[in-house]
């Protein structure tokens, strides 16, 4: 349930920052100066705001927690194992849209990368009028994952909560003989009485018998 919830507020935090129709809040990060700077005059002229500048995305997840931003644009020369396992963890603690700029790629790292966390890959080719579509489009990816991964979250838990309500549902009609709807309407009075979810009620029950048994 807690996944979920997560899920929910990070969803929630693109769509009430920055709107995809105004200046979006970005954070750029790049160790090469020269790009950095073109990134960086290409970003503002397009509507974007810079929050902050990094050189490396070695720290990336404890450095991202001090701003608050819709996208992360990163220049790169090429991605290596250890900046690859920044962004992963990134990923799993503080998903955002990510668009990296490359100056070499291979099937391999671009798989990689993608697997990482990566949203737009774009290779030696920083070209500012195309700027906003490909950070846009990173964005709605961006998105579009998270609320696949919020329904596969949703369901695994329905799916976790039915196991447990079969298996208070067997416990009771095992230990007092009673029929399958009968066992049901026992848990689902309790859980009425008590104001808990069915799943809670169950997993209570579970815990009554195993203690009963001891």
């Keep these: 349930m807690d996944a979920v919830l997560k899920q929910k507020k990070r969803i929630s935090l693109l769509d009430n920052k920055g709107s995809l129709n105004g200046r979006v809040p970005v954070l750029l990060v790049d160790a090469n100066q020269s790009r950095a700077s073109l990134l960086k005059r290409a970003l503002i002229?397009?509507?974007y705001d810079i929050v902050a500048k990094l050189d490396d995305v070695s720290n990336l997840t404890h450095q991202s927690r001090q701003y608050s931003f819709d996208a992360i644009v990163i220049g790169i020369d090429a991605p290596d194992t250890n900046a690859l396992s920044a962004i992963a963890a990134l990923n799993?603690?503080?998903?955002?849209p990510i668009v990296m700029f490359a100056e070499k790629d291979t099937p391999y790292i671009i798989k990689t990368a993608v697997k990482?966390?990566?949203?737009?890959?774009?290779?030696?080719?920083?070209?500012?009028?195309?700027?906003?579509?490909?950070?846009?489009?990173?964005i709605l990816r961006f998105k579009e994952h998270q609320?696949?991964?919020?329904?596969?979250?949703?369901?695994?838990?329905?799916?976790?909560?039915?196991?447990?309500?079969?298996?208070a549902k067997g416990l009771l009609m095992n230990k007092q003989g009673i029929s399958e709807e009968e066992a049901y309407a026992s848990i689902r009075k309790v859980a009425m009485d008590k104001g808990k979810t069915l799943a809670v009620t169950a997993e209570n029950i579970i815990d009554v018998f195993s203690l009963i048994e001891r």
Excluded: C, F, S
């Excluded at 799993?92 to 955002?96: D, F, L």
């Excluded at 990482?116 to 846009?136: C, E, F, M, S, W």
């Excluded at 609320?147 to 298996?167: F, G, I, W």
């Design 45 to 47: 002229e397009y509507g």
């Design 147 to 167: 609320a696949l991964v919020q329904e596969l979250e949703q369901t695994k838990t329905k799916l976790e909560q039915r196991k447990v309500l079969e298996r």
């Design 92 to 96: 799993v603690e503080n998903p955002h």
């Design 116 to 138: 990482a966390g990566v949203n737009a890959y774009i290779v030696d080719d920083i070209q500012p009028q195309r700027l906003k579509t490909i950070i846009t489009v990173a």
